[in-house]
């Protein structure tokens, strides 16, 4: 009896690991294995660029990112949740015409929206001078061919998921992108005189561009060239209507995550930019555990929710939540006793930066026991009250933003993103508990 046997039998029970048993687990090995190997990778990458770069180089990485992400996510249009949601159903009901017209169609629209927004967002970025740093307006420049790759690379994914290709969804975002990131940077940092911000995005850029042909070339040999001659959409009202909710949704959740970051840069400096964004990527770690869980145990959540099974959905919540918990609290117990020396392997310029790492620490603990909530949320058709939350939420943590930041930098950014997380986690948990009926902590 291995350790996946184990630990799902106490969290779906034997009947229900008997059923799974065979595919499905090893599918799940697969992902455990992806994901492992993509934290690996991914850590290693960030111990690197954040040694070499000093918190200066790195606030400016993190600021362009920041910004990158937002702009990918209005440039997908809500497709890459469409995708997910209507290709499984086109598939079951041998609609293959209308799963390769929307396919075409979310890649036209999307590719042609990345370019829209990339221009538009050079243009305003060079008439209003913003933001008002140099280093950071250039850092800004040079990001923004990112986004039509990234935008094909999520688009890919989702039609890769859509079809149930899971594996070959995960290898360009667990694989290969993080490995030729960790292989930049070192060959970047091999060559020293050519290691800088600058190098490293440019660099980052043909990394991209790798990825996104890759997926790409994997849809087409895997997906499009099998599907029949498609027909004249009649869908694409519906399908447009469907992505913009969903896009709202989308928008606010990054908005919520990358807010600080921005709001650092427009009213501090690259340092307290970097001393931020080591500390979020830090906590990212134990975060994954509430990642990997909502991705492997969905198909059971909808199950039990479909089936109105909601004594086994309220069991199997609580218990993940402890399971997440457990898993997580020894490296946060790490960053809560010891913060500046999981900062100090960074390099020294993170000094200073302990306040913040203990701040996120302890948020976490909440976030991780509350962490399928989010999800129960949306699947039980209650996403308008996600939504609300949400937004007052991100309200809260700009207003926490502009009077925290001038004054307390990173920390002050730390504390808004804090009060956010907490405002938010709280109200879910209440709106779990009043609407399903049960709730969705293990206490």
Known sequence: MNFIDVLFRYLIGEKILNQLKGIYLKQLLKVLLLHLFSLVASFASTWLIARHLGKEGYGLFVYGFSWISILVIIACLGFETLLLRELPGFLVNKSSDKAKSLINFAFKTTFIFAI????????????FEFPSNPSF?????????ALPFLVSISIS??????FKLNGYSMVVEKIIRPSLLFLLAAALIFASDFFNVINLIIGNLFVLGICALTAGVVVYFKIMRKLPEQKKADNV????????????????FILTSQIATLFLGWLSSEGEAGMYGLSLRLIELPATVVTLFNFVLAPIFAEYFSNRKTIELASLTKKTSLVMITLSLPLIILYLLVPSFCL?????????????????????????????ANYLLLMSGNT???IRITAFSLLIQIVLCIVLIPEYGAYGAALAT?????FQNTLV??????????SPAFI
């Open 157 to 162: 994914s989702s039609i890769l998921r859509g």
């Open 237 to 252: 009202f519906e399908w447009k209507k469907i992505a913009w909710n969903i896009l709202l949704i989308n928008i606010l």
């Open 418 to 422: 804090v009060g956010q997380l907490l």
């Open 344 to 372: 100090s392997l960074f390099g020294n310029s993170y000094s200073g930066g302990e306040p913040v790492l203990i701040l996120f620490s302890f948020i976490q603990i909440i976030v991780i026991i509350n962490g399928n």
């Open 116 to 127: 829209v927004i990339l221009i538009i967002s050079a243009a305003s970025f060079s008439l």
């Open 429 to 438: 948990y209440f709106s779990v508990k009043k609407k399903l009926g049960f």
């Open 137 to 145: 307006r250039k850092v800004l420049y040079l990001s923004l061919p």
């Open 384 to 386: 308008l009250s996600l």
